[in-house]
């Protein structure tokens, strides 16, 4: 069974830093790209950041380019989401996914449970 898994989150002052992991089971994910997207109440699902395959390219979501960076470990089958000067509206649930193309909702095969990063002011 394909398992995506999430930790790393929790609640963190405004300024401040987490980093999130994405442990992949079941199946290898070495070909395909990964991502992170999150969803505030009463928003729809948000792009987040994305790497491919090999671990050299990556794109960013607007609201966290230069903040955020999104690393592999394909040896290890994880991912990272290293986020930096974290502000309230990254106040989010973060959800994990995997497939051909991250970068679109489309492209998403696999998803995670999503774990919660809160950011107080």
């Known amino acids: 069974q394909v398992q995506l898994r999430e930790s790393g989150g929790g609640l963190v002052q405004a300024g401040g830093s987490l980093r999130l992991s994405c442990a992949a089971f079941g199946h290898t994910f070495s070909s395909y790209g990964m991502g992170w997207y999150r969803q505030a109440p009463g928003q729809e699902r948000e792009f987040v950041a994305s790497v491919d395959w090999s671990g050299g390219r990556s794109e960013y979501g607007d609201s966290v380019r230069g903040r955020f960076t999104i690393f592999r470990d394909s040896g290890k089958n994880t991912m990272y989401l290293q986020m930096n000067s974290l502000q309230t509206e990254d106040t989010a649930v973060y959800y994990c996914?995997?497939?051909?193309?991250?970068?679109?909702?489309?492209?998403?095969?696999?998803w995670g449970q999503g774990t919660q990063v809160t950011v107080s002011s």
């Open positions: 996914a995997a497939g051909p193309d991250p970068v679109i909702v489309e492209g998403i095969r696999w």
